[in-house]
Structure formats: structure tokens, C-alpha cells
């Protein structure tokens, strides 16, 4: 596994350091500055600073190029840096004993991993994080992110309420994996991905692949292709292409998988 310290090639004068497909990118000039601060005006933890305060932690940031299928880290790895998507897409996800993957979170610009570093010094990743198309990191150490921490207190607050959202998520996916039906699982996940204010017939935008929905949901592509076929055959869902699903009736469906 490659080590991300990258402190140890600051010698070389290139603005770019490269090891096997993975490319790291120092902040030496304006351009790349300016792309570490759109980085950091992202993310929910940050982007609540004034100007010059996210500018400086922008001025400490790394950037990290992964190509599709390259991996950002691995469980047992050292877990000592912050990663904020800039651009692309990261999918985390766990091993079971039977070596079957099971997917926990997906990661889009704006979305961070690697907080629980900041609060347990000597942490080791216990997922996995694969980039799923070319993507865009930026990387900010333990050590530059807990001054931050201690001069703008208020980050604390911010990462504490992301990571209380995941602990439940976590909880009601493990609840649902365990006690539900597959079809109650998608209806549940249909049902959660629907826009606030919307109307009893939404279209839901499914997040990711139908492979992954499954992996998320503890079930197979296979089955969860057969139970849209069957919820859409009872007249409550329509397949729309564009990984698009309009929900006909909201209050039935949720009927149905009870």
C-alpha cells in the first residue's frame, strides 16, 4: 500500500510527485491553491469559516489524483488525514468473514472521510475506499487539522453532527439488513431518497449503481432488478432510464412493504 506522507518529496522541484497510477499534487502555485479553496468551501465543516480562515486551511491541503478502481485506502491502514472529495466519486465499503463486500457509504464532491483520525490519534482504517470514476482529493493531515480544531472550535461541532448522522445511518442499515425483506429494504431506501416537499408521486435519482444499491442492501443485482419488476408490475414504480424511478404512489408503496 502506498504511504500518503508525502512530506519526504518536497526536495524535488516539480510541482507534481508520481508513484505507480497515483498522483500527488503540491500546492505551489495560485492555481493549485485556488483548487484546494473551492475544495474546502465544499465541505459542510468548513464552509461555514470566513474567507481568510478557509484560505489558510486550504493552504495546508494536498491534492490527491486516483484513477477508476484505484484504491484510497485499506482497512488496517493508518488512518491520520481528512479526505475531502473535490471531484469524482469514492465508494466505501466493508468486507464480511466470507470476504463478501458490503457497501457503507458513497462519496461525492463535498463529502469527507477520515474524521475519526482527527479524535483517535493511532486509528487504523476499518473499511475500505475505492474511486469509482477518475477523481479529485484534497488531504489534510491530523496534526494541521487539530490546530485548526482548537482555533475554530466550531469545526468540532460540525464534524460531530456528520458523524452522529452516520452513526444512525450505520444502525438502520445493520437493522434493516438483518430484520427486513429485500423488497421492505428497497422500499425503505426509495422512500428516504425522496425530496423533502415533494409530491405523493416522486421520481427518485438512485444514487449509484443498481450493483452497489445491492451491496448496500445485503442483497444481489440480480434480485434487486426482480423486485423492481415486481413493484412495477403492482403499479408502484415506473423504471425511467437514467437511474430514474417514479415512485406512482408514495403511500401505497410504503403500504406494501409492510
Known amino acids: 500500500m502506498f504511504d500518503f506522507r508525502i512530506d519526504t518529496f518536497n526536495f524535488l522541484p516539480a510541482s507534481f510527485y508520481k508513484k505507480g497510477d497515483v498522483i500527488l499534487e503540491q500546492n505551489q502555485c495560485c492555481h493549485h491553491h485556488h483548487g484546494h479553496a473551492q475544495c474546502v468551501r465544499l465541505v459542510p465543516i468548513f464552509n461555514h469559516l470566513e474567507d481568510h480562515q478557509m484560505d489558510m486551511i486550504a493552504a495546508s491541503a494536498k491534492t490527491l489524483h486516483l484513477q477508476k478502481g484505484e484504491m ?65 482529493i484534497c488531504l489534510i493531515k491530523q496534526d494541521d487539522l487539530q490546530k485548526y480544531l482548537i482555533e475554530y472550535p466550531q469545526i468540532s461541532l460540525r464534524i460531530l453532527s ?85 415512485i406512482m404512489d408514495l403511500d401505497q408503496l410504503l403500504l406494501h412493504a409492510e
Not at 485499506?74 to 466505501?92: F, M, P, Q, S, W
Not at 432488478?225 to 413493484?231: C, K, Q, V, W
Request: glycine fraction near 6%.
Open 72 to 136: 484510497l485506502f485499506h482497512a488496517g491502514d493508518e488512518d491520520n488525514t481528512l479526505y475531502i472529495i473535490n471531484t469524482g466519486k469514492v465508494r466505501i465499503y466493508r468486507l464480511s468473514d466470507s470476504g463478501k463486500d458490503q457497501l457503507v457509504r458513497m462519496l461525492n464532491p463535498g463529502d469527507f472521510t477520515g474524521e475519526v483520525a482527527i479524535f483517535q490519534p493511532g486509528s487504523v482504517h476499518e473499511n475500505y475506499a475505492e474511486a469509482l470514476q477518475n477523481t479529485s
Open 162 to 246: 456528520e458523524v452522529t448522522i452516520r452513526l444512525k445511518d450505520s444502525e438502520k442499515q445493520t437493522t434493516q439488513v438483518a430484520i427486513e425483506n429485500v423488497e421492505s429494504r428497497i422500499i425503505s431506501f426509495l422512500a428516504e431518497n425522496v425530496e423533502k416537499g415533494s409530491s405523493n408521486s416522486p421520481t427518485v435519482t438512485l444514487p449509484m449503481s443498481k450493483k452497489d444499491l445491492a451491496s448496500y442492501l445485503g442483497t444481489t443485482p440480480e434480485t434487486i432488478s426482480r423486485r423492481f419488476s415486481s413493484l412495477e408490475q403492482h403499479g408502484l414504480i415506473k423504471q425511467l432510464p437514467k437511474k430514474k424511478i417514479k
